[in-house]
Structures are given as C-alpha cells and as structure tokens.
C-alpha cells in the first residue's frame, strides 16, 4: 500500500491522524524529497489545513500561511499525507491529553504510544509516512521514538526555524522528525535546518550533509555514560539492551567513559516550572476574542475570557497554565521562576563539562517502555518523571536522538538515547547507525 492509503486504512483503528488530505491537496514538486511523503503534527501550520493544537479551543480554525519547516519539504518534492494527532497544546507525555481522543500503540493497543507527539509517531511506526514531523519540548518526540520503535531526532534548538509552530514554551520548542530509517531523517533535516529571517532564535550555522555521518567511521570516540542516568527505576530489559548498545559501539571502535551530570536531580523541577510559566504567557494569546471557541451567553468582557478558556481548554493545559501563573506572580517569581532559571544555567554547563571528556551520549531514552493507558494519567507527577532522562537536552539545547534498540519481553520497543553538543548532529547519526536494530521495523 501507498502512504496514503496506509494511513486511511490504519488511521480509525489507531486515530493517529485528524485529518488526511486526498492526494493532489499539496501537490509536490520535483527537488531532492520527490516521492517522500511527510505528515505533519497538528502543532505546525499548513496553509488552508487544520490548525486545532489536538484542543477543541481551535476546533474550527484553519491556517492563513505553512510554517517554515513544511514549506521547505515541500519545495524539496515532499508530498503532504495529512495532519497528526497530538496531547492537547502539545502538553503531555501519553497522547491521552488530546481533546479528539488518544493515539493508540501499533505494538500494543492497550498502551499509550507516547507523547505529545504520538499520532506523528504512530504515523511514521505504521509505515502511513517516510518522515513524520513532531515537535519536542521535553521529550516529546523521542519518548515517543522509544515507545514505537522509530527513530526520533530532536535537533540543536535554532537549528530548524520555529516560524509557524504554535509555542508551548518558546525557549524550550524544537521541531523534529520520525522516521523508520536513519536515511529518511538525515535527508529530512538537510533540508529543514538552516537560518529563518522569521525566526530570530534560528541559527546562523552552516548545515552538514547529515546523510555523509552515515558512513562515517566513529572510531576513537569517546561515549560518556552519565551516572544519574543510571540509577534505580530503570526497567531491566531496558538496561540490558542499553548494555548490548555499549557492546556495539565499543566492538566499533569507541571509547566508554564515566562522566557526571550533578544538576540532573533538579532538571524535572526546572523543566517544569520554566515551561508551565511560558506557557501561561503563551497560551495567554487564545481569549475567545480574535480566533478559536467563544463562550455563549456571556454578559461581560471577563465573563468572555474566562468562560471561553474554561470550556476550550482541557484539564492538563489548565493545570499547566495555573502553574505557570504561579510561579510568575508577585511573591514568588524569585523564590521559583528565577532561581530555575539559575539552575538550568547550572544543568546547561554540565553539558558542557561532560562534552570537554566525550563527543557523545548514551542514556536510555525512557525508565520503561510503553505503559497502559490510565496507568499514570491520575498521578500527574508519575507522568512528568517519565521525561527524567529527556528533559535535559531541552534545557540546555543540545541535539538528541533516540534510536530503536530491540524489543523487551512483552515485545516492545526500546530506545536508546544519544546526545553530543551544540550542531554536532552528524555524530548522532554515525553513532545510531552501530546501534540500532531492525527488530522494530517488523511492525504491527
């Protein structure tokens, strides 16, 4: 079957779309991409296509313009399959938070296939896409990556153009892919990386062949193993597969050394109260006055604002949202929003210690693999220490990827996390491809 026809046949059984284009809707064009088809996270804009965010709020909202990073795939010949299902505004890290319903896992349908960026993983693990596009403010697309048994790469944040993202937590957003083969992901980013006049958080740093670090020989690297990151909770199979990746790289040629991340305790408590205080000035923005749902029945201004976010938002963005506005009032800002902000200074240089001793990485992506649906939904902290090993590259804003590894007893996918410095991109891909397997590429 085609992309196309994959994802209309799959997407009731998995609803990891929200909408699916005919084909001819974003015609392509010949370039570099010809004949890859790409789906796109419900977070991006696509000119005349959905915008709702996965939340009811924006519900009848379509966008006036395409985002950056899908207009560049575009232009390269990538072909557009449709828009992606999502945890609402991008906050959460199971996909149960979307207002049209939770993604399912292809591997197991009573298991969250990982968020927020779940139907884009979904999409990409059934084979309905070459390339998925997914955005990752703590983990969500590589927690998702792991779950499914694809390979997820969060780049260098600036490193892809943020134009046409609808912000969550803006110094923390960074657009990635999914993708099934290391080849996909490094012709994908090629093309979506690079500076955006739009953007004045994009980079002005020159942009690899990525695909070259493919048949890069990574003898004589060196691969840090930070000792937080291997601690207790790890699930067993987990470890042992994490062990067998050592194995490969050292048998390639690499080097493993022990290095210390100190500040990773604190990166949970950072992470969360520097993104809910950005997301409460972000999501500031959707007031039921200029787009999206607006309350019925209303006799007043405030009357408007509030009943239109109380009825539009989900319970999750509205926790998030008191959250942030919390740490952000009079009395408090010093006592959290300022000192975390101290604090990931303090994280974002123990990257950079570590990587004066390595050029690389390797962590577990997640603690364990796919859980049940329900499992951690009503435990809102057991759901946020799931990102415990991926919240640190988006705090200090070093490229990461995770890369499937094999499967646990109960047949499901286990990733692998790698991570090397600023723009080092192509040392992600060199070392992935002496790790990954191929067992999850046998897909449901």
């Known amino acids: 079957m085609t992309s196309l026809e994959t994802a209309r046949s799959r997407n ?3 609803n990891c779309f929200l909408e699916i284009f005919d084909e001819g809707r974003y015609p392509a064009s010949n370039g570099q991409l010809s004949g890859m088809s790409v789906a796109v996270k419900d977070v991006l804009a696509l000119k005349d296509a959905r915008l709702t965010c996965g939340s009811k709020f924006l519900e009848p909202f379509h966008s006036l313009y395409t985002a950056t990073c899908v207009q560049r795939l575009m232009d390269a010949g990538a072909s557009i399959v449709g828009k992606t ?3 609402e505004f991008a906050m959460g890290s199971s996909n149960e938070n979307s207002a049209y319903g939770p993604v399912l896992n292809p591997w197991d349908t009573t298991r969250v296939p990982g968020g927020s960026s779940g139907g884009s993983a979904v999409a990409a693990a059934i084979g309905a896409c070459n390339v998925a596009l997914g955005t990752d403010t703590g983990g969500s697309i590589r927690q998702p990556a ?3 048994g694809v390979v997820g790469m969060k780049p260098t944040y600036g490193r892809i153009s943020r134009y046409g993202l609808t912000a969550f937590a803006s110094s923390f957003d960074t657009v990635g892919t999914f993708a099934r083969t290391l080849e996909d992901t490094a012709r994908a980013l090629e093309v979506m990386s690079g500076f955006d006049e739009m953007d004045s958080t994009s980079a002005r740093v020159p942009v690899e062949k990525y695909s070259e670090g493919l048949s890069r020989d990574v003898k004589g ?9 291997f601690g207790e909770g790890i699930e067993p199979d987990v470890r042992r597969h994490i062990e067998e990746a050592k194995v490969k790289l050292q048998k390639a040629g690499c080097t493993l050394v ?8 604190y990166c949970i408590a950072v992470y969360y109260i520097l993104t809910t205080a950005e997301a409460s000035s972000n999501l500031a923005r959707f007031d039921g006055i200029r787009y999206g749902r607006r309350a019925q029945g209303v ?5 408007t604002y509030r009943k239109s976010r109380s009825e539009g938002f989900g319970r999750e963005v509205k926790r998030r949202i008191m959250l942030g506005t919390y740490v952000l009032s009079s009395g408090y800002y010093d006592a959290y929003y300022t000192r975390a ?4 200074r303090l994280a974002t240089q123990d990257f950079e210690l570590a990587f004066q001793h390595c050029d690389a990485l390797l962590t577990p992506t997640t603690p364990a693999t796919a859980f049940k649906f329900g499992e951690k939904s009503s435990d809102p902290l057991a759901m946020y220490l799931n990102d415990i090993f991926t919240v640190g590259s988006n705090i200090s804003g070093v490229p990461a990827m995770s890369v499937p590894v094999g499967l646990d007893s109960k047949g499901l996918p286990v990733g692998a996390q790698l991570i090397t410095k600023q723009f080092d991109e192509s040392t992600l891909f060199a070392l992935a491809k002496e790790i990954m397997s191929n067992e999850t590429l046998d897909n449901r």
């Open 12 to 14: 009731s059984e998995l």
């Open 146 to 148: 792991a779950f499914c």
């Open 85 to 87: 299902n999502m945890d």
């Open 341 to 344: 902000q101290k604090v990931r």
């Open 258 to 265: 022990d290095v210390s991340l100190p500040h990773t305790k």
């Open 299 to 303: 006799t007043s201004l405030e009357d």
């Open 221 to 229: 690297l060196r691969i840090g193993i930070p000792k937080e990151y």
